[in-house]
């Protein structure tokens, strides 16, 4: 799931003292949050995540501003429930370099890429999954980065 935040929510969640302070926070922002400023990826985010960087899994690799679309930025949190946090200015960067980003694009780095320990089947299916994403992923970066709010990304391993 991402979440768009304003400034507010934003310098609580940084404010946060340890883990547990950053997960009650999580937990009051899923509760009562706007629809519109969420995007539920579903489990389209590790193949999404991995076709924006090089492949892997891991935390904050690939390049910038696309290593952060999904699993970059700061890490607030990881053990089993992981949130990571991108600043507006952060925002506006992957909004625009998302905003090319299409199906040939998506198809073109499924066939290219390497997906070494990915749980999903690369199929046509598969593919067609994770494109299904990639539009609502790119609509919400640029409502965010047109908001000026920051972003995080959160998800139970």
Not at 1 to 21: P, S
Not at 71 to 100: C, F, K, N, T, W
Not at 101 to 127: K, M, N, P, V
Request: hydrophobic share 40%.
């Amino acid at each position: 799931m991402l979440f768009a935040l304003d400034d507010k929510d934003a310098a609580r969640l940084l404010a946060a003292q340890d883990d547990n302070g950053v997960l009650e926070l999580i937990e009051e922002l899923e509760e009562g949050w706007d629809r519109t400023r969420l995007c539920e990826l579903d489990k389209s985010w590790d193949a999404l995540h991995r076709c924006l960087t090089d492949g892997d899994l891991a935390y904050d690799n690939g390049d910038f501003p696309l290593s952060h679309a999904i699993l970059g930025g700061r890490l607030l949190h990881e053990d089993d429930y992981i949130v990571s946090y991108v600043s507006p200015d952060q925002v506006h960067e992957i909004a625009a370099a998302l905003a090319p980003l299409d199906e040939h694009w998506l198809r073109d780095r499924f066939a290219t890429l390497t997906f070494e320990d990915y749980q999903g089947s690369g199929d046509t299916e598969d593919i067609a999954y994770t494109l299904a994403f990639l539009p609502e992923l790119t609509d919400f970066y640029r409502a965010a980065a047109q908001d000026d709010r920051a972003v995080i990304f959160t998800v139970d391993q």
